[in-house]
């Protein structure tokens, strides 16, 4: 799973959709590859706007990651982002992947297992369904 | 031919052995790549993109998303489809997860998503206790909050008849989104429906005259056999507002509503919703 996924996964415990303390899960145990992706600036440029950099900073420490900028890079008018910039971002987002390992979540402390780079999310009912749908059944 | 959805829940319909058999195909493979190419010709996205693919499978619809030069994830309930993806090194980033209890994403998060021959499945009662409305809401509720402002779905699917067609295109409209379908082939053997959804410019936000509907139009105008379900039609039975009432969607709905609420509910069937002679 790449870095990039984990930070648009967040907890799928219907508990956890209205409180922010579910994204971004956190890693434990996790085991690294990197793994070559063709380099495409184009692509890091158009989904920067959305990665939550907090989030991102948290992974990347969490995975053994220290040197992220403080600060989302950002491109302007003037002076579009540095070559550089983007191929690190790419190194770390696309590339980086974490093959073992749990992502739990701060809020219910769910563990969803990642095993060969697939993770479980598959809930028993319970968890993915408000209350007023069990009750009936 | 029976359908499978109708013989198994789709986990245990894709098991190793029906997994290989599909993946295999070489049938199957040219169907759902083409089928892969015209969603992607419908999404038009003009740069690389990220993108979920809901029922990804062993990853033959993923894997002309790589080739188009795109991210993706997929998401799938048969651990042995994506086993047969990791065989053949799909690229995206595989989830083991059911639409039917939601996307599990950060709102916002994915330029467009795309769907292969999946969520008719949703339609389909499964292992879980759960009805089929309460599931194709939940999908379509994350569907809608994952992807960004603008963004866009396009979703293949094979509808068992004119009911689940309508129960999966008014669950898409009851989420948010703006909604067409599109029909390859109509009346032949090889018909394919496309459910074209857009994000944003929704029923809340009027934008100008950008209504909901509207950009589907500019998508698949031109193309033969569109019709857009656009809630402001007159006398539209698709749209949330418009739902008539006494209608078959409109019993359905109130049912499932008393259903939530506990109450004793008769089950569905082909009749509901139907009239009914006159008694003497
Ligand atoms: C006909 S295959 C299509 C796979 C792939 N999109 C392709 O084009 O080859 C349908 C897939 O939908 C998946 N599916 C069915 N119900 C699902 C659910 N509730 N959640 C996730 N995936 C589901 C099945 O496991 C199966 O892999
Ligand atoms: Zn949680």
Known sequence: MKILTTNYISCAVKACKSTSLSFPLHFQDAVLVQEEVDFKPEFITNILPRIEWEALKITAVELGFTTLPAQKPEATEEAPLDPQVLKDLHTLLLETQVTEGKLVCANCKHVYNIHQGIANFLLPNHLALPLIMITNF | ?280
């Open chain 2, 1 to 280: 031919m029976s359908r499978p959805e109708d013989t198994l829940p789709p986990d245990l319909f894709y098991n190793d052995v029906e997994s290989h058999k599909y993946t295999t195909s070489s049938r199957i493979q040219s169907i759902q790549s083409s089928m892969t190419q015209r969603a992607l010709q419908l999404l038009a996205l003009n740069s690389p993109s990220m993108i979920l693919d809901i029922g990804c499978g062993s990853g033959l619809s993923g894997e002309h998303l790589t080739s188009s030069g795109h991210i993706w994830v997929g998401m799938d309930i048969s651990a042995s489809m994506l086993a047969i993806a990791l065989d053949r090194d799909a690229e995206g980033d595989l989830l083991l997860a059911d639409m039917g209890q939601g996307v599990p994403f950060r709102p916002g998060t994915f330029d467009a998503a795309i769907s292969i021959s999946a969520i008719q499945w949703l339609c389909n009662a499964d292992s879980s206790d759960v009805s089929a409305s309460g599931r194709l809401s939940r999908f379509f509720d994350g569907l809608y909050s994952s992807l960004k402002r603008g963004g866009k779905a396009v979703l293949q699917f094979y509808p068992k008849n004119e009911t689940q067609r309508t129960m999966i295109t008014s669950a898409a409209i009851r989420s948010g989104f703006g909604a067409g379908l599109l029909e390859d082939d109509p009346d032949t053997k090889n018909k394919k429906l496309y459910l074209v959804l857009t994000v944003g410019a929704g029923r809340d936000e009027v934008v100008g005259d950008a209504v909901a509907g509207r950009d589907v139009t500019e998508v698949v105008k031109g193309l033969e056999g569109v019709d857009v379900i656009d809630e402001r039609r007159k006398g539209g039975k698709s749209g949330k507002g418009k739902e008539l009432k006494g209608s078959k969607s409109w019993i359905l709905r109130k049912k499932e509503q008393n259903r939530n609420k506990g109450k004793s509910v008769k089950a569905d069937s082909k009749y509901t919703g139907r009239k009914r002679r006159v008694a003497f």
